[in-house]
């Protein structure tokens, strides 16, 4: 299985990340890509990191950005 090119970083109950979560959802259906969600509360490291950051973005494991996600800025940054 291919690793996923779209990840989510956020936490249950945020509403900026239910916002992220819709926009990255119709992006990777429109362009066929997987993507995968992970939560802070998971992971001491994300949260130590991303924690006064979330929602982040990670395409192809970099960060795209955080707080809000533009979805012409991610399609542009998937090759779209």
């Not at 970083?9 to 959802?25: F, Q, S, Y």
């Amino acid at each position: 299985m291919t690793a996923p090119r779209i990840t989510l970083i956020g936490k249950p109950g945020c509403h900026l990340c239910d916002d992220a979560r819709e926009v990255i959802a119709r992006v990777a259906a429109d362009l066929g890509l997987a993507w995968a969600e992970l939560s802070i509360l998971d992971d001491p490291d994300l949260m130590s990191r991303y924690a006064e950051q979330i929602p982040v973005t990670l395409v192809d494991g970099r960060q795209h950005d955080y707080w809000r996600v533009d979805e012409g800025r991610l399609r542009v940054a998937l090759g779209a």
